[in-house]
């Protein structure tokens, strides 16, 4: 038998229901040194009704790979709220920022330098729609629902599949949407993907810094339902070798200027910009991508950079109907499943729209 407890969720709800005297429960998300994620609940006398309210906080950065054991406090500030669909009633997550003692944002802590970018252009309304794709492991590090020592049939009935054998781990992705849709996220929709046992979620459209926020948090609700089911969630890009199709985080954009008639023209011109800094796009669309992005399994060569109507072989993707129409979105199909969204969204912002000085999206990525 396994050594690993699941949550005997039958048992908790015994406890679930107890009245907390008036006192809310505020379960602070945090992004640590490794691009996971790390919480900590406190009590709170009342439900805060806007983020000022959250208090600072803070935790033991040693612990996380993201200070020195001599300097370790790091600062968690409160940037979004969600209702907790774990402990419903009044109780939250939040999100929050990660500052070092000296004030300056922690090395992982990438949402301040894409904030001040979607600042600069929030004229321009800019919005994202990420697709998160994942794969699904048990407990003892195989894919979800494999066969033992073996591999189930090839690819081609799985994606969007319906039927025993063809789809794997449905109640955990529905818990997640649901759970999802209760806390507030902007979730526009599921599907199985081409790989057994890897699933997508989009979240979006959302305006400019709210994309990696929202995203983050559904990761954050998805890792904390697969406990409850004993399943492992893998961001890798490629999880496994060979004739299966890697995960990826399709992003899509668009400018009000986009969204607008003749947008046709601004989707062209942001495309001749992206073209010319392939590779530094390329630096910060997550760690082990060149694994995925080999020309097949539906992506693009790494070392090249390509568009195309309804190509879904291409770095970048205008839709069929987006290209019919003469306005909408485009979607980069270039960033991997384990990507930091406030890195994607906001070179793609100082790519599209502009840099800003003092912000340089290639080196926040780099910067230690
Ligand atoms: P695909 O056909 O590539 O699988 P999906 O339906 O999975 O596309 O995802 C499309 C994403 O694009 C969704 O998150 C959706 O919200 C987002 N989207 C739709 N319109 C826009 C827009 N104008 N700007 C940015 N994102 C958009
Ligand atoms: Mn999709
Ligand atoms: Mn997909
Ligand atoms: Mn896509």
């Given at each position: ?30 992004i640590d040194g490794t691009n996971g994620l790390r ?25 996380t ?158 890792e ?145």
């Open positions: 038998m396994s050594s690993t407890v699941l949550s005997q969720a039958p048992i908790l709800a015994k406890y679930s229901d107890l009245p907390q005297n008036g006192k809310v429960i505020a379960e602070y998300v945090w919480t900590k609940g406190r009590t709170l006398d009342k439900k805060p009704t806007s983020i000022d309210e959250l208090p600072e906080w803070n935790f033991d950065g040693s612990s790979e993201q200070a020195p054991g001599h300097d370790s406090d790091i600062y968690l500030r409160p940037v979004a709220m969600y209702a907790d669909p774990f402990r419903r009633g009044d109780n939250i997550l939040v999100l929050a920022e990660t500052y070092n003692s000296d004030g300056t944002p922690n090395k992982k802590n990438h949402r301040a330098a894409a904030s001040k970018l979607f600042e600069a252009h929030k004229d321009e309304e800019i919005w994202f729609g990420i697709e998160q794709e994942y794969t699904l492991f048990d407990q003892y590090g195989d894919v979800y629902g494999w066969p033992k020592g073996g591999f189930p049939g090839p690819q081609g009935p799985y994606y969007c599949g319906v039927g025993t054998g063809k789809v794997y781990a449905r109640d955990v992705i529905e818990a997640h949407y649901k759970a999802c849709l209760y806390a507030g996220i902007n979730v526009s929709g599921i599907n199985a993907e081409v790989m057994p046992s890897q699933w997508e979620f989009q979240v979006g459209p959302n305006l400019g810094i709210s994309m990696g926020d929202e995203l983050w948090m559904a990761r954050y609700v998805l904390r339902v697969a406990e409850d089911f004993g399943v492992k969630v893998s961001f890798h890009p490629k999880p496994l070798q060979g004739d299966w199709n890697g995960a990826g985080c399709h992003t899509n954009v668009s400018t009000k200027a986009m969204r607008t008639k003749g947008g046709m023209a601004d989707i062209e011109a942001a495309i001749e910009k992206l073209s010319k800094r392939h590779l530094e796009h390329i630096g910060v669309y997550g760690e082990d991508n060149d694994k995925r992005l080999t020309g097949k399994h539906e992506t693009a060569s790494i070392s090249q950079f390509s568009y195309g109507v309804a190509n879904r072989g291409c770095s970048i993707r205008i839709p069929r109907s987006v290209s019919k129409d003469g306005y909408g979105y485009f979607e980069d199909r270039r960033p991997a499943s384990n990507i930091d969204p406030y890195l994607v969204t906001g070179i793609m912002v100082e790519t599209v729209c502009g840099p800003v000085d003092g912000v340089d999206m290639v080196s926040e990525a780099a910067r230690e």
